[in-house]
């Protein structure tokens, strides 16, 4: 049998690539609510559900708004709006295959704004160059779809993405684990609000891009980027070692700084307060930060992707749920322990970034 592939364009793979109609739109679903579920760009559910339907059956999908080029096969009677696609295949070729295989060519070809790793995302394809994409096809010796190993190939990835979900649980266990850390056996604690910590602030808005451009220099300056900096200044509003957090995009994530730095108005600080004595950052941080992220608002996508949210400092300032925090006999807080407890979190994080690595190394995995 041969085991010969092929680079082939949609088009040659499939008798036609239909857009959904523009007119389903929430309205229309209020005016002709139903059964049968309309899709639109989002993956996890549908824009909402009227009393027709123009597919019934198993297709594959593909969405050509927000988070282009992601693959949605539906085995059901449905509809989808204009922002994604049905593809209606040539006999020979497997939607099961093609949703492996494609999916990553897609997303490589989409255009407009990606945002931060793949988040804070809108992006767009065309039916036009969905069906220009060349994607791998396996051929019999007589230059016919092979169908077999197709299904075999399809087979081989589904098991990737088995071991994927296995990973991914783990991490989600992980969580939990860490949850626990602050409840360890023998240790006092004192529940605090954060603002008995700390004052909440946000940055300045005079950061932008053209105000860096004009003021080149040395000095960190932080956005909402929880990875890194946004450019570097001649001017510093901050000279220390502080906790931030992202206020827009991936809003709640926290970093720590120290010396001299500035943050734009997509962050904000966390500034010290009075009895805020003989506390760990990297302690706090790993206590506050899941808070902070239980708080935020705004659109937060597929399974945390395509997010952008918000916390600002004014909805910090109303928060009512506390922390806790490690005490020694006499009520003080126990920054010996907050170190401890801060080493136990960064253990858990070093192993979930393994398990990620790996995770992502599953992603890459290409099959011949």
Request: with cysteine; net charge positive.
């Amino acid at each position: 049998m041969s085991r010969r592939l092929e680079q082939l364009k949609f088009s040659e793979i499939c008798e036609n690539l239909s857009r959904g109609k523009s007119i389903y739109t929430k309205t229309y679903c209020r005016n002709n609510h139903g059964a049968y579920p309309v899709y639109s760009a989002t993956n996890n559910a549908p824009l909402g559900n009227i009393n027709t339907y123009d597919y019934n059956g198993r297709f594959l999908t593909i969405s050509i708004n927000g988070l282009a080029g992601k693959i949605t096969i539906f085995d059901e009677k449905f509809s989808t709006n204009a922002d994604r696609v049905v593809m209606l295949p040539k006999e020979g070729i497997s939607i099961d295959y093609i949703r492996h295989v494609a999916e990553p060519i897609l997303r490589n070809s989409v255009k407009g704004r990606k945002g931060d790793l793949g988040k804070n995302e809108f992006t767009k394809l065309t039916p036009t160059m969905i069906l220009n994409t060349y994607v791998p096809i396996p051929l019999n010796d007589d230059n016919s779809f092979n169908y077999e190993r197709q299904c075999e190939l399809a087979s081989i990835y589904n098991n990737i993405e088995q071991q994927k979900k296995i990973l991914l649980d783990k991490l989600d266990i992980l969580s939990d684990i860490s949850v626990l850390i602050d409840k360890k056996d023998g240790v006092s604690f004192k529940k605090v609000l954060p603002s008995e910590l700390f004052i909440p602030k946000n940055g300045n808005s005079k950061y932008t891009k053209e105000y860096c451009k004009n003021h080149k220099g040395n000095i960190p300056l932080f956005s909402g980027n929880t990875d890194g900096m946004f450019d570097k200044i001649d001017s510093y509003d901050y000279d220390g070692e502080y906790l931030t957090w992202a206020k827009d995009g991936l809003a709640g994530y926290m970093m720590i700084h120290s010396g001299k730095f500035a943050l734009t108005g997509h962050r904000g600080i966390l500034i010290p307060t009075d009895i805020c004595q003989n506390i760990n950052l990297k302690y706090i941080k790993y206590v506050l930060e899941p808070l902070f992220r239980a708080h935020k608002k705004g659109r937060e996508g597929d399974l945390g992707k395509n997010e952008y949210t918000t916390l600002n400092s004014d909805m910090i300032k109303k928060m009512t749920e506390t922390i806790p925090i490690p005490i020694k006999d006499d009520g003080s807080f126990d920054i010996k322990m907050q170190k401890e407890l801060a080493s136990k979190y960064e253990q858990i994080d070093e192993i979930k970034t393994e398990l990620a690595q790996r995770i992502i190394s599953l992603t890459d995995i290409t099959i011949n």
